[in-house]
């Protein structure tokens, strides 16, 4: 009899023309992981995306996903615990780190969730236009090599009225915090799988045609220049952008 997780939570690796995704330059992540990527990182990752303050803005945004959700960066599943079952529709979980894949699906089975992961970056997301209510996507902006393309798919695949509900890392408003920012980034992205410390978020919302009617930004508990967080929802519409003043934590 097959495992009820198994039946739960699928994964399907579509086949995909890797320069065409990821540049020429450039193959998919998973085609030339090193055992590093493959065993280690997944399990660091797993423990850094899962402290208490991270836990906490998960649970501030996850419950607003509504109808058919597009997880963007599901990675081991660490939003999974937080849906609110009573408004999910479905599940979809796309990420490029298949080797994350199987902590996902435990969780999946635990928290009694059906979801189909789809092992693909987001630059080029393979559903129809207005596929989706809800795009959420927390602590993955910061990875994914080409952030704008990826956040005009995500825009692409919304219905018309649906939205984008985020939480991410990126560039500090402190001169100092941004000048440490730009020093560790290198040498950050080789440990965490290709993590920017300083992106821009607004900038990067705004550049792809979201206008935020909620975002919101504070500084976590934690080094500086890891932890100062953008968080909101996103919408397709001509309101004007703007920033809510920093709200302590």
């Given at each position: 009899m097959q495992d009820r997780g198994a039946q739960m939570c699928t994964v399907r690796a579509k086949n995909f023309n890797h320069e065409r995704l990821m540049g020429h330059s450039r193959m998919s992540p998973n085609m030339r992981s090193s055992w590093y990527e493959r065993y280690v990182l997944p399990?660091?990752?797993d423990i850094a995306c899962g402290m208490r303050p991270v836990w906490h803005q998960r649970h501030r945004v996850v419950p607003l996903a509504t109808g058919r959700i597009l997880?963007?960066?599901i990675g081991t599943g660490l939003n999974l615990e937080h849906y609110n079952?009573?408004?999910i529709e479905k599940i979809v979980g796309l990420d490029p780190g298949l080797a994350m894949f199987p902590l996902a699906?435990?969780?999946a089975k635990q928290a009694s969730l059906a979801v189909e992961l789809v092992g693909l970056s987001a630059e080029e997301i393979p559903y129809q236009e207005g596929s989706f209510d809800t795009v959420l996507v927390t602590y993955s902006l910061c990875t994914i090599p080409n952030p704008g393309?990826?956040?005009k798919e995500m825009r692409r695949v919304l219905t018309p009225g649906g939205k984008l509900?985020?939480?991410e890392h990126g560039l500090a408003p402190d001169a100092s915090v941004r000048h440490w920012q730009d020093r560790l980034t290198a040498l950050w992205a080789k440990l965490s799988g290709g993590?920017?410390?300083?992106?821009d978020i607004p900038s990067l919302l705004r550049e792809a045609g979201f206008h935020s009617v909620d975002i919101q930004s504070n500084y976590l508990p934690g080094p500086r220049p890891l932890t100062y967080h953008y968080w909101g929802t996103a919408v397709l519409s001509g309101r004007r952008f703007k920033n809510a003043v920093d709200q302590n934590i």
């Open positions: 399990y660091l990752i997880e963007i960066g079952k009573a408004n699906r435990k969780r393309a990826a956040l509900i985020f939480c993590c920017q410390l300083n992106r």
